[in-house]
């Protein structure tokens, strides 16, 4: 997953958190899909759709810590991936 543009994940004192870096942001990464069931690529699609609606300099406040815990962005990222988990079983 990456964060907004601008920003990379950064761990230490064992908590995830973003600073910001002045380096060019990476481009996207393009996965293969061959070998996945139309299940399995269905559920990476969705996730894959969730995140990439919410990512970018147009959506800081989905990327701050507190949202983690309170914004809805954040549970319908965390049920996608719990899909996509479940349909690669």
């Known amino acids: ?3 907004a543009a601008g920003y990379k994940w950064h761990f230490g004192d064992q908590q995830l958190r973003h600073v910001a870096w002045k ?3 990476a481009p996207a990464v393009q996965l293969s899909t061959r070998g996945l069931t139309p299940a399995q690529k269905a559920a990476l699609d ?3 759709l ?3 609606s919410v990512s970018g300099p147009a959506h800081p406040e989905v990327w701050a810590d507190e949202a983690l815990e309170d ?3 954040w549970r319908l990222i965390r049920k996608a ?3 996509l988990i479940q349909a690669t079983g």
């Open 1 to 3: 997953m990456r964060p």
């Open 46 to 48: 969705e996730l894959d």
């Open 50 to 52: 969730i995140i990439s």
């Open 71 to 73: 914004r809805e962005e």
């Open 23 to 25: 380096a060019t942001p």
């Open 81 to 83: 991936a719990q899909d």
